[in-house]
């Protein structure tokens, strides 16, 4: 019932009906705004948001009721890609910026995958990490880049940046890291 009063407010906006418009977006706000905010932490969750809703209103445009495919299922798909392309493209903003800052991309070197594993293993053990940060973290200090730890953990090169990003913060926070390398 709820999708048949769905597509007949698709209908009535494409129409030009304002009211019919705002009442799908009320409809699917909540959604948009949750998707908005699940994206990255230092990406702006309010212009994700104008992105999704700019989207929101190209589909509904778009949208073919022949298709035989239900407005909601197909505009979930539509936003969900275009944040996902709101990330793609602050993910090489991200990259561009930490290249051109100095800041070693995943191909540079950590200065520490000259430590044998002994010490490694001991190195890491220091802090309160957990076992998967661990394991990201000797894997990306014995030499593997972050596509290759992405490819092995099947995860994507930004979820494995996420990773190293809290383990920083865990280190940054720990007043052993601070003493070891304050000399």
Known sequence: ?????????VRRAKDGDMAAKGMLCQ???????????????TLDAED?????????????????FKAGVPFSAYIRTRLKWRAVGCCRIHEKKLSAER?????????????????NE????????????????????EKR??????????AERKVSRCGIYGYMRRIRKIFMASR?????FAA
């Open 99 to 115: 290249t051109a800052d100095g800041i070693p991309d995943s191909r540079g070197n950590d200065g520490m995958n000259d430590m």
């Open 1 to 9: 019932m709820k999708e048949e009063f769905t597509e007949e407010l």
């Open 118 to 137: 002994e010490d490694l293993h001991e190195f890491i053990s220091r802090f309160p990490l957990t076992e998967m940060q661990k394991t990201m973290l």
């Open 141 to 150: 200090l014995s030499g593997m880049t972050w596509e290759e730890i992405a």
């Open 176 to 180: 052993d890291f601070k003493e070891i």
């Open 48 to 64: 994700v948001a104008q992105e999704l809703w700019l989207c929101f209103f190209e589909e509904l445009a778009k949208y073919d």
């Open 27 to 41: 409809q699917f706000k909540d959604s948009i705004y949750r998707m908005a905010h699940t994206t990255y932490k």
